[in-house]
């Protein structure tokens, strides 16, 4: 079974640049997280998908990030304009019950 | 509000004895619970979970304990091999339908050979 599939592993832009994330899950999961894992920390929700609907995106900066998930398969998590405290690693899982499967994660550094 | 807490930011441990990992959270609500294992550059990796109505559920040299009373969970692994060395990070939900992950902050483990 493929697992969680996330695009790029790394990027660096400059703050006020725009940056997206690709994130293909588990086929078959409904359920579709973005997490924030900033240094130090433990990974802290931004939002959740049930195939394409938003369950919650109670702690997504709404200002500045966005994110959709296309016909409840594929998501894309868009930040405009990035600031210096995006730098985070962004997690990407999905789930069909309780345990939630992880991709690799996308390294963002803000200059 | 740290609502799940891993209070150890570090523990080294010898290899082939007990490694003890601790976890409290302060969400009654919460009721299922889960470990979560990362090694650098790859992302959390499902290890082991406890239902609310469970104590204790073990899978090979992986026992998770479950204290509802004290809200305090631990991962035993026994024994300790150089391959457990990895951030491990606890994790609480409200269980089926609200699947929604709530992390601690980790504990980075190191088995001394």
């Known amino acids: 079974e493929a697992g969680v599939a996330q695009s790029p592993r790394y990027k660096i832009i400059e703050k006020r640049q725009s940056v997206a994330f690709w994130c293909n899950p588990i086929?078959?999961?409904?359920?579709l997280y973005w997490y924030q894992q900033i240094l130090g920390q433990g990974p802290k929700l931004l939002i959740q998908?049930?195939?394409?609907?938003?369950?919650?995106d109670s702690q997504l900066p709404k200002d500045r990030f966005s994110a959709e998930r296309l016909k409840g398969v594929d998501s894309t998590l868009k930040i405009q304009p990035a600031k210096l405290e995006d730098s985070a690693v962004y997690l990407c899982?999905?789930?069909?019950?309780?345990?939630?499967?992880f991709g690799q994660g996308t390294r963002l550094t803000v200059v | 509000d740290q609502q799940v807490k891993q209070n150890s930011p570090s523990l080294s441990v010898q290899e082939g004895r007990i490694s003890i990992l601790n976890c409290d959270y302060t969400?009654?609500?919460?009721?299922?619970f889960l470990w979560y294992k990362k090694y650098p550059a790859e992302g959390p990796t499902f290890l082991i979970s406890?239902?609310?109505?469970?104590d204790k559920n073990e899978d090979g040299r992986f026992t998770v304990f479950l204290n509802k009373s004290a809200k305090h969970l631990s991962l035993h692994i026994v024994p300790s091999q150089p391959g457990d060395s990895a951030v491990y990070f606890c994790?609480?939900?409200?269980?089926?339908?609200?699947?929604?992950?709530?992390f601690g902050t980790g504990t980075r483990l190191t088995i001394i050979p």
């Open positions: 899982a999905s789930s069909s019950n309780t345990e939630a499967f």
């Open positions: 086929s078959g999961h409904a359920t």
């Open positions: 998908f049930q195939n394409n609907g938003v369950v919650d």
């Open positions: 969400n009654s609500m919460f009721d299922y």
């Open positions: 406890i239902s609310s109505i469970k």
């Open positions: 994790a609480a939900s409200g269980g089926f339908g609200n699947e929604k992950l709530t």
